[in-house]
């Protein structure tokens, strides 16, 4: 179940930016985002190790060009959420892989699928309502807060990676 | 910890493009990766308190038999939502059914129980440890403890069955047994004549005797057998150790040291055993089923080894061995041992040889060459001329190529001694 799964979700997170960048015609685009698709899904087939983290990297890039190309690319959130879900589908099937398949590993998929997509939902969710709100501020302010972000970001992410072994 | 490094640098990298292009989509493309970030540090797992413990259904088997390993494991911590168990299996084991490791939810005070079949060849097998690792769900922080789940079992080597090996020390022990002792009393073979005591059983009268001594009655007299001490020696040195198509020479030198402590223990005999390799490891003399059980145990425990000093035979410790009894040697042997086993002879001590051949061994294996078959003659030669030496020195040698069976090989060499070999005292 978790590798069908799986591999709709890869499916979706490559089909998604396509139509997008069709539907406003840039096809140029478009079929890049086919083709790594289409990479992905094999090399998920083939196991190939790695090949997830760098589909992420690729398809957040992709969304980011959407953005940049049209302030109303809704397509661009749910790509992320996507591959972000595609990488951890994939990451979480190799652990499963490593144990011999029983309830107990049926029970701790299924919890894992609700949970993935619960957190998926409320970044959807929150992604676009970011998109359709506008705020005016000043340079200063925003670029005040801007670096507000990233000092705590950084001191969450450091307190983070103290705390994972 | 590179997958969070990953997620980090995405959100960076989106925040900074989206500060530098005032862009406030690229912000909110940044909310998914903070989401999925949050969840993980909200689910975040304790660090794993179990109590593991571990059962195995035998603690000593013959060789590839199977064990099954079962390992209860009882959460004393709280939920721990995604958990790989990892049982880290000793090396050299090969498993023949279920799986050391396991991912599973595990509430608190929940017991978890992972059973699996393992088998392996010969020696001594530790399990000391399990790898535990708990995750949140989305796996990006992790909790690893290695808990002490100590078990050992011991592979036995296969002991062949052997039929009675004919040895004669010139020393025997007090009980009674199957080994020719050249003294004359109650017994099988003859042994000589002697004049009648009182209570002698009739049938023993030697009437032939008899008649030529009008006075005097002669009774038969026959050869007391009795057990002996007996000290086996294996060569454990590295240079024995031939393989060859996945089979080991020392290996069958392990089983036929096996084979001969059961025979020889099974007669009656007390018998000790001497490793020599990278050191000594000497198993006192006894008797019986307990000590059949120690050699065995001592044998599944036998590597070979390299060692400067112990590179010869010369430090053989003889002391260990009472004297003028029966040393057996297992040795594929080499020139430079020829001095110390005619020492060995020239101090009282019966020798007997079991040499399994390494010219045979490896020659069955290495491919039809010319100059290999070459080399292969001239070593035989060499090795016959080594066996003749001993034999002259007075060594009983069974030269022994292992892809035949032991028996029929000892057989073969030793045999029944014949009357006119053997001394009388």
Known sequence: ?165 | MGRLVLLAGLVYGLLLIGLATLNGGMLALALPIIVYLGAALIYAPDVPKLQITRELSADRVQADAPVAVKLSIRNESGQLEEVLVEDLMPRGLKLIEGQPNKVVLLPPEKILEITYTVSGPRGRYEFRQVRVTAADHLGLFRREVLSAAPGSFIVLPQVPKLRQVMIRPLRTRASTGLIPARVGGPGVEFFGVREYQTGDPLRWVNWRVTARYPRRIYSNEFEQERVADVGLVLDARQRHDLQANGDSLFEHAVRATASLADAFLRDGNRVAMLTYGAGLNWLFPGYGRLQRERILQALARVQTGESEIFDSLDYLPTRLFPPHSQIVIISSLCNADLATLIRLRAHGYELLIISPDPIAFEGASAQADATLALGARIAQRERAILLQRLRQAGAQIVDWPVDKPLDQAVLASLGRVPKWARPVR
Request: contains cysteine; glycine residues 8%.
């Open chain 1, 1 to 165: 179940m978790l590798t069908r799964i799986t591999y709709i979700v890869i499916f979706l997170t490559a089909l998604i930016p396509a139509a997008g960048f069709a539907l406003t015609g840039a096809w140029p685009l478009a079929l890049p985002c086919v083709a790594l698709g289409a990479l992905w899904l094999i090399g998920f087939a083939r196991r190939l190790e790695g090949l997830g983290s760098f589909m992420l990297v690729a398809f957040i890039a992709a969304a980011g060009v959407g953005v940049n190309l049209s302030q109303s690319a809704i397509w661009a959130p749910p790509t992320v959420v996507l591959a972000l879900a595609a990488w951890d589908l994939e990451r979480f099937g190799a652990r499963l892989r490593l144990a011999e398949a029983s309830q107990e590993t049926r029970e701790v998929e299924r919890r894992h699928i609700w949970r993935l997509l619960a957190v998926s939902g409320l970044s959807l969710a929150l992604a676009w309502a970011a998109m359709g709100s506008r705020l005016k501020l000043d340079m200063a302010i925003a670029l005040g807060l801007g670096f507000l972000a990233i000092l705590g970001l950084s001191q969450v992410i450091r307190a983070l990676a103290r705390e994972s072994d």
